[in-house]
């Protein structure tokens, strides 16, 4: 007689993939009469942490909103300051992600970045084009609303040329123009700061992800903090729809 192994007692998956807003950084610096920029810095240790955080934890994917289209509006100190970090970690930090068999990606408009730093996206892209442990996606002057109206945009050429039908268009077709092709939707979002909603990240992904917003600021947001996110969305029981079991 054989039996079929219990499933009770198996922990649902860990998310495939996890995309979180980085929020708080000024909250944090404001709290200790820092400047925001000592937000951002002590932000972007932050960010070293989550990186290995979910290779502990084996997530495939992290998708992290380092600056959305919507950020030029700040004063073009911060600005410099937030494209000085970017560059910063660029630099340091990709010899230690390539080591760790991390693959980096951005989405986003790279156009209006500095040449300098489009050159860093470039070879950091190519750099780790082979690396299989963890995809790890900058967004970087992203924008929902921008990312889809572009989709829309491609496929209306197509259809003008003459090579696409209007009714051929579908899901699958419409989600290959977005820039995340080919990366799976994200299955848990964070936002930290007590702040509840999405500005504009990653909406048409985000469909079905479960969201877990977190009073913490992102500074002080720690590996701890991405483990109890993790059983949080383990928890919840994701239906995409259907009746519950
Ligand atoms: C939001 O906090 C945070 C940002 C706009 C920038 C995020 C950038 C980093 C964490 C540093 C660099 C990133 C990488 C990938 C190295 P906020 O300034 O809006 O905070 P507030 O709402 O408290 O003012």
Redesign the pocket.
């Known amino acids: 007689m054989t039996f079929a192994p219990s499933l009770e007692n198996t922990p649902p998956p860990a998310p495939k993939h996890v995309a979180i807003i980085?929020?708080?950084?000024?909250?944090?610096a404001k709290a200790r009469g820092l400047p925001?920029f000592a937000?951002?810095q002590k932000?972007?240790k932050?960010?070293r942490a989550v990186v290995e955080g979910c290779q502990e934890l084996g997530i495939g994917h992290l998708t992290?909103y380092?600056?959305s289209s919507e950020?030029w509006k700040r004063p073009q100190a911060e600005v410099n300051d937030?494209m000085g970090?970017?560059r910063l970690?660029l630099k340091r930090e990709l010899a230690d992600l390539h080591r760790n068999n991390v693959r980096m990606q951005f989405i986003g408009d790279f156009d209006a970045l500095q040449s300098d730093i489009q050159d860093l996206i470039e070879s950091a892209q190519w750099k780790t084009r082979g690396n299989t442990a963890l995809c790890l996606t900058?967004a970087l002057n992203y924008g929902s609303h921008d990312e889809i109206v572009e989709a829309c945009r491609k496929l209306a050429r197509a259809v003008e040329a003459g090579t696409l039908r209007a009714d051929a268009i579908s899901e699958d077709l419409f989600r290959a123009e977005l820039q995340t092709a080919g990366i799976p939707d994200p299955d848990l979002l964070i936002r930290t700061?007590g702040e509840q909603r999405l500005s504009n990240f990653l909406l048409w992904q985000a469909a079905y992800s479960e969201l877990v917003f977190l009073d913490t600021?992102?500074p002080d947001f720690t590996k701890d903090h991405l483990a109890a996110a993790v059983r949080e969305y383990q928890r919840r029981e994701r239906r995409y729809g259907a009746a519950s079991a």
Do not use: E, K, P
Request: aromatic share 16%.
């Open positions: 980085m929020d708080g950084n000024g909250r944090w925001r937000g951002h932000g972007a932050a960010v992290l380092a600056f950020n937030l970090l970017l970690y900058i700061s600021l992102w």
